[in-house]
């Protein structure tokens, strides 16, 4: 049986080793994870954007066809009056 100061020295070497390797694991998780929220805050932000975009285009394209339909309706009626 080992004397318990070798056990201690065998559990602090172990401890040192599952440290070190559990690091990179550590970091990539974390990097990973960074990814993915921002993965998912730019793909949010975007879908609501575009959502948005596309009403607000969408309202000013009825807005100018409404204009130039009165525009257009206005001038066919000045042209029909009699001089």
Request: hydrophobic content about 25%.
């Amino acid at each position: 049986m080992d004397p318990p100061e070798k056990e201690q020295e065998d559990f602090d070497i172990s401890r040192r080793d599952a440290k070190r390797l559990a690091e990179p694991l550590i970091k990539a998780g974390y990097a990973d994870g960074i990814d993915a929220g921002r993965q998912t805050h730019y793909q949010r932000n975007f879908d609501e954007g575009y959502r948005k975009g596309f009403a607000d285009g969408f309202g000013h394209g009825q807005q100018q066809a409404r204009r130039q339909l009165e525009q257009h309706q206005r001038q066919q009626a000045h042209q029909q009056r009699p001089c």
